[in-house]
C-alpha cells in the first residue's frame, strides 16, 4: 500500500498571510485532485506530520478535517486518514454542507446582547433594558419638520454623497467639538457614522488585528465587548469606581504591555454612569500620550452629562473619539461622527465606506437642520428629565429594595447600577423579576472576562416615566423572594 | 557584553491566533521590561533568530522593528540590535507617533474608488461616474410622503427595531422574492442592510479569513474588489462576456480548488451591462451545489433587468443573495437586504450588528410604505428610462466615436462598458476627456489583477438625459485627439 513520502510534504510560508493550516490543506488537496496522491495512499498520522512540519498538532488535525469534510480524505480510528476514491467525490463533498466549514465564529458568552440591546419591547413587561432615550421631551415635531425641510433638495435624496459625510454637517460637528474645548477640531478630522457603534467597528478593524491586546473597562459597554470578541482582540480589564475609569491600573499595566487602545466611555459611563474626574482624564491622557497608546474616547452620553473636558481635548494627537444622536435624539437616526488625529483620518474612512458606503445623506441633512433649530432647547430638557427620573428610582428604591443591595451614585444619565447582597445572584434575580413583569440586563454581559454575577442595570429611560416606581417595586418583591428562600 | 542565550527564545505557538512576529515581540518586550534582557545586551542577528524559531527572516523583521520603533532596543548598521537604555524610554517611544506602528493596511491601487463611486459631482463637468439613479422619473414626491406617513408612528423613530430589519418590511421583502421564483424565502431568511455594501462585507468577513481564496467576476465592481482586498482575501478572476459569468472557468478551477465563495453579479452586471443567460445560471448553480461552495449573488440592478430567474432560486441552500433599494428608490435612503439560508443567518446578523446595531428602523418603515404604493409603478418608468437612455448614447456614439471604439451590447441598465483601440490606453483618454469637460471611470479599477488599461465605464445614468450626447461627443473629440497624437 502507497504511504506518502516525506517529500512531498508542504513548503509551508510563516510569514504568508494564508494560515498554517489551509497552506497543509491546500497542498494536500492539490496533490490529490492531480493524481500525485493516488487513491488509497496514506497520510502520515497527525502527530507525526506536526512533527515534521514544526507545527502543532491542532493544525494538522485542523487541516485534515477539511479534507475529511470534502470527502477527499477518509478518516478511520485505528487506521489513519487515506486518500478517499475518487469516483463520486465531487457528490460526497455536496453531502457536507458548504456551512459545515465556515471559519471559526468568534463571538462571546452573551452573543445575543447586541440583539437585545436593539429589540423591541415586550408588551405589559415594565422593561428596563433598552439604552433609549424617554419618550418625553419628544424631538418628535420638530424633527419631523427637519425632515420635510431635507426632502425638499433633490440632491440630498438621489445621491450617496460623500463617504465621510455631508460636508456641513461636519462643520457643524467640528464647531460644537471645538465649543467643548477641543480646539483644533476641524470638518476634515470628522467622519459621520451610521451611528457610533459603527465608530466601535472601525477602531477595532483598523487600530488592532485579531491576537492584540486592549484596555477596556470592567464593567463596560457589552455591544463594545462582543465587536472586540468577533475581532479576536484580547481585552485587558481595568476597573471602574465612582470616579470612573482606575487610571492608576492603567497606568501598571502600560509598564510593561503595549496594548493596541484603551477603549474608555469617560462621561455618563454605560452602565454605571460614572463620570470620570478631572484628575484621572488628565493622567489618562499624559500617560497614554507619553506610552504612545492611543486612547478611543466612546461619548455617546457626554451632551448629557455634568460639563467635563472630554480626553480629546487634552490628548488631541491620541484620541478617536467617538459620539452619536441616537441618545440625545433618536436611535432610528443611526447618525453619529468620530473625531481623530488627520493623519489616521483615511485610514478609518475606508473601512467606513467598507462597512456601508456612506451613512444616509438626507438623514444627515434631517439631523443638521435639526442642530440648528430644536437641539440645544431638547438637550436641556432631556437633562432635566433625566436627573427627574434618578430622583424617582432613589425614591422607589429607598421604600421597596432591601438596604443591602447597593446602587451606583449618579447625576443623570440612563441608566441604574446595582449590586445585589451575596445571597442572590443577578441571574436569578431577573427570572424572578419577568415573572413579575419586570425586566433588566443582568451584569455578566457587561465583563469582558468573569464579573457582574450579582449585578445588573436599569434603564431609567427605557420605560414611561410614571411605570419607574411600579417597576422597582416589582424587583424589589423579586429580591424579597429570593433572599426569603 | 550580554549576549541572549537560545534558552530564553520564545516558544511559538503556531496554531495561535496570535501573529508570529507579534508573539516574538511580545515576548522579548516582556523580557527588556521585566530585566531579564539587560540594558545593552545584543539581540541574535535576524537570520539566526528566523533559522533557530523556524521562521522567515521578515517575521523577526518585523518583530525587531516595533521594538525599535518604541525604543526598546536600538538598531545599528554593522553591530545589529540591542536593548536600549531604560531611562527615558517611555518618552522615547512617545517620539515615534503611534500610527507609525499601526497594523498593516491591506488596500487595492485604488483606495479612492468607492470614495470616487460616492463623490458627489463637480460642476459644470459631465460626469458619467456615479452609478446613480436618473433624475427624472423621480421619485420624490411619493416618498416623502412616505416619510411623512412613517413619522407618524413615534415607536418608528425612537427606538433601535431588531437588528434584522423592521419585521414588516421583511415580510414585503420575502414576498417580493417568492413572486420572482425565490419559493421558499420567508421573512427569516432576510436581513435589512444599509445598502448592500454593507452585505459585501457581512459575507467577506462571515463566509472567509484573510488569505483564503475566492472567485470574482474579471472585470467586477471595484467596491467589492476593495472590500476583498482589505479583507485579505485572494480573488481568482474569470472572464465575463455579452452572456455573463465565463462558467465554464469557474467549473475548472472548482476541480482543483476550493474558493470559500463565488462572488457574480448575473444581471446587469457592472460595469459590462451583461445578464447571465438562463443555461450558464443552472450550469452556475449545479455545479456550485455539487462543490458545496456557496454563491454571493449581489443583485443591485435585479429588479431593473429582462426577467432572468435569479440564482437563489436555482439553489436556495447555497446562494446568499443582496439587492438595495439604491439604484430603484434612491441612494441615500442606504437600505438594502440580504436572503440567506437560515442555518447561517445569525452569523450574518452578528457582523451586522457589529457594523452598524441596525438600520434605520424609520427609514424602513418609509421605504415599506413607498413599497406599498409608488415603486412598482416607478420601477416600471425607470426600465424605460433606462432603455431611452441607452438608445440615445448608441446613438451618438454612431455619430461621434470612430469604429474602432467596441461597446458591449446591452438593454436597459446603468451602464456603458467600452474597449478602445490598442493605441487609446483609457487612463489618458480620461485625462483627454476631463480637459473637455467630461469623466467617467478607468477600467483598470474593474480588475482584481492586471486587466482594463484600454476600458472605461460610463454610467448613463448620472447626468440629465439631454446631456448624454454632448458628453459622449466630447469623449469622441478625446478619442481622435489621442488617435491623431
Not at 355 to 366: I, R
Request: glycine share 8%; proline share 7%.
Amino acid at each position: 500500500m502507497l504511504k506518502i513520502g516525506w517529500a512531498g510534504l508542504p513548503q509551508l510560508d510563516r510569514a504568508s498571510i494564508v494560515p498554517l493550516y489551509r497552506q497543509i490543506y491546500e497542498h494536500l488537496r492539490s496533490a490529490i485532485l492531480a493524481g500525485t496522491l493516488p487513491e488509497s495512499a496514506r497520510l502520515p498520522p497527525e502527530r507525526m506530520m506536526a512533527e515534521r512540519l514544526g507545527v502543532n498538532r491542532s493544525t494538522v488535525v485542523h487541516a485534515y478535517r477539511d479534507l475529511s469534510a470534502e470527502g477527499l480524505i477518509a478518516q478511520r480510528v485505528g487506521s489513519g486518514s487515506r486518500v478517499a476514491p475518487q469516483a463520486g467525490r465531487l457528490e460526497r463533498a455536496a453531502s457536507v454542507p458548504w456551512w459545515v466549514t465556515l471559519p471559526p465564529w468568534r463571538v462571546g458568552e452573551f452573543p445575543n446582547i447586541l440583539g437585545e440591546l436593539a429589540a423591541k419591547q415586550e408588551a405589559g413587561r415594565i422593561s428596563f433594558v433598552q439604552g433609549v432615550a424617554p419618550d418625553e421631551p419628544s424631538p418628535l415635531a420638530d424633527l419631523a419638520a427637519s425632515f420635510t425641510r431635507a426632502a425638499r433638495d433633490a440632491r440630498l435624496v438621489l445621491s450617496y454623497g460623500d463617504s465621510e459625510g455631508y460636508g456641513p454637517l461636519r462643520e457643524a460637528i467640528a464647531a460644537r467639538m471645538v465649543a467643548r474645548g477641543v480646539l483644533g477640531a476641524q470638518p476634515r478630522n470628522v467622519i459621520a457614522l451610521t451611528g457610533s457603534t459603527q465608530g466601535i467597528m472601525i477602531v477595532a478593524q483598523s487600530l488592532a488585528e485579531p491576537g492584540d491586546e486592549i484596555i477596556v473597562e470592567s464593567p463596560s459597554y457589552p455591544g463594545a465587548l462582543q465587536i472586540f470578541q468577533i475581532c479576536g482582540l484580547r481585552a485587558i480589564p481595568v476597573p471602574v469606581d465612582d470616579e470612573g475609569m482606575r487610571v492608576d491600573h492603567v497606568e501598571a499595566i502600560l509598564r510593561t504591555r503595549r496594548p493596541r487602545f484603551i477603549y474608555t466611555m469617560p462621561s455618563l459611563h454605560n452602565p454605571t454612569n460614572a463620570t470620570m474626574n478631572a484628575d484621572r482624564r488628565l493622567r489618562l491622557a499624559t500617560i497614554a500620550q507619553r506610552a504612545g497608546v492611543p486612547i478611543v474616547e466612546d461619548d455617546p452620553y457626554g451632551p448629557l452629562a455634568p460639563p467635563q473636558t472630554p480626553l480629546i481635548a487634552l490628548a488631541p494627537d491620541s484620541v478617536v473619539y467617538l459620539s452619536t444622536f441616537s441618545k440625545t435624539i433618536a436611535p432610528s437616526l443611526r447618525i453619529g461622527w468620530l473625531v481623530a488625529p488627520h493623519v489616521i483620518v483615511e485610514r478609518l474612512l475606508l473601512r467606513k465606506q467598507a462597512y456601508d458606503m456612506a451613512s444616509s445623506l438626507y438623514v444627515q441633512a434631517a439631523v443638521l437642520d435639526y442642530l440648528q433649530r430644536g437641539y440645544d432647547a431638547h438637550v436641556e430638557e432631556l437633562r432635566k428629565e433625566l436627573l427627574r427620573r434618578r430622583e424617582i428610582a432613589d425614591a422607589s428604591i429607598a421604600k421597596h429594595w432591601p438596604r443591602s443591595v447597593r446602587t451606583a451614585p449618579a447625576r443623570g444619565g440612563f441608566y441604574l447600577w446595582a449590586t445585589t447582597p451575596r445571597d442572590v445572584r443577578a441571574r436569578a434575580l431577573l427570572d424572578a423579576a419577568e415573572r413579575r413583569g419586570a425586566s433588566f440586563l443582568f451584569g455578566e454581559a457587561f465583563y469582558a472576562g468573569s464579573g457582574g454575577d450579582h449585578q445588573f442595570r436599569l434603564a431609567l429611560t427605557a420605560v414611561k416615566r410614571e411605570e419607574i416606581g411600579k417597576g422597582i417595586a416589582r424587583i424589589g418583591e423579586a429580591i424579597s423572594s429570593l433572599m426569603r428562600a
